[in-house]
């Protein structure tokens, strides 16, 4: 994932913002609008810079890291923020940032991560963006320990009603695959956490069975506060 923090445009050619010392704050910004003090990061002329991706208009492009508990460190939640801004060094009445705090969260079982993009405008506090939404996905094989992580941005914002648990005869091609008899698929840890903190199990969901276009059931469900268990009948 790359996160794209956009100040303003046309006005500094790379992250690096190189301020002259001595220089009060609105000069020194004047000074940069004037392009006399960006410390500029040119195309090279020969050779061959892929690391660097130039612009006319982004500034602070970075590939955001899957942040890790430092080795050796136990149970807890590790965090860094990664921001870009204008002013806060030598000049230190404003500092106008944007960022993201990227999180590890190391329990006996596992480590989670999570991200959260803001900006802020010192003296005032750092608020989040609530138009992105960023999703983590984490698929491990248990029985080796191998996984695999995932994480995408959307800006269509989750409502965070439901948590699903599911067996579907899925679409492919326009029309539903032939369904596999999958014999029984046990859910287990079935607890969803809301936005609130607060933590449902499974046992009062709403079960939907599997039914045929000629009207057989497919499927037979049934719940329990840390379980779903799915048969194909
Ligand atoms: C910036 O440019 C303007 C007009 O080109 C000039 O009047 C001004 O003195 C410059 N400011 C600095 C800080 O260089
Ligand atoms: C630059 O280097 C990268 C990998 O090192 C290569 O894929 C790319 O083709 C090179 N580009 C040019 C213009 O030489
Ligand atoms: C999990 O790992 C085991 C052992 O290597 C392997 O047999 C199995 O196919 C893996 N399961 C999946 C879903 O990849
Ligand atoms: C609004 C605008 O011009 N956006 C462009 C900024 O630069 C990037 C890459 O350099 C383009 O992909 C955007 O279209």
């Given amino acids: 994932m790359k996160l794209s923090v956009i100040f303003s445009t046309a006005l500094f050619a790379s992250g690096i913002l190189a301020a002259p010392k001595g220089q009060n704050g609105i ?12 410390q500029r990061v040119d195309r090279p002329k020969s050779g061959n810079d892929s690391d660097t991706d130039y612009s006319t208009n982004w500034t602070g492009v970075f590939v955001v890291p899957q ?9 807890g939640t590790y965090s860094a923020a990664i921001w870009v801004g204008i002013d806060g060094d030598t000049y230190q009445n404003a500092i106008w940032q944007a960022g993201i705090d990227v999180t590890a969260t190391k329990s006996s079982r596992k480590t989670t991560y999570s991200y959260d993009a803001w900006y802020e ?4 506090y750092a608020y989040d963006f609530t138009g992105i939404t960023i999703g983590t ?4 094989n248990e029985t080796t320990g191998q996984s695999v992580t995932t994480t995408i941005s959307s800006t269509y914002a989750l409502g965070g009603q439901n948590a699903e648990w599911i067996v579907e005869d899925y679409e492919e091609n326009g029309g539903q695959v032939a369904l596999a008899d999958w014999g029984t698929v046990t859910f287990t840890n079935t607890v969803a956490t809301g936005s609130g903190g607060t933590s449902e199990g499974a046992e009062d969901s709403d079960v939907i069975e599997l039914e045929s276009s000629s009207g057989t059931i497919l499927s037979s ?10 048969s194909y009948v």
């Fill in 27 to 38: 000069a020194r910004r004047q000074a940069a609008r004037n392009g006399t003090s960006i």
């Fill in 67 to 75: 942040p890790s508990v430092p080795s050796g460190d136990g149970s």
């Fill in 121 to 124: 405008w010192y003296p005032d």
């Fill in 137 to 140: 996905v984490v698929l491990e």
């Fill in 221 to 230: 469900v049934t719940v329990s506060d840390t379980e779903v268990i799915v």
